[in-house]
């Protein structure tokens, strides 16, 4: 029976490893779980996001400059708004797993 507990090959690449844990550790804290899930694949201005998740601003820049320190966003400015986004597209497909089973509204 193949499922989703099978075994895949390992190839033996390091940074994709050291990538995923890095990544992991860095989204496991319930806030910026939140943040990823509201970002989703869009860039999303850094006010929005703290609408969305329900707590400060400051608290928010917060947890955004941890991610982005652990290269799992980027962000840039647009006038006077700071928008955010998930860097590459391997974090994408992590995300994308994460709010399948997390961040959806039934």
Known sequence: M???????PFD?????INKA???LKAMAHP???KILCVIGNEEVPVMD???????TQSNVSQHIDIL?????????RE???ILCRIKDAEL???MDAMQQTFCRID
């Open 12 to 16: 033996g690449r390091e940074d994709n």
């Open 68 to 76: 982005r320190e652990k290269g799992i966003i980027v962000s840039r």
């Open 92 to 94: 994408l497909a992590l």
């Open 49 to 55: 996001i703290v609408e969305q998740v329900g707590t």
């Open 2 to 8: 193949s499922g989703f507990l099978d075994a895949i």
């Open 31 to 33: 806030l910026r779980l």
């Open 79 to 81: 006038g006077s708004k």
């Open 21 to 23: 844990a890095t990544a």
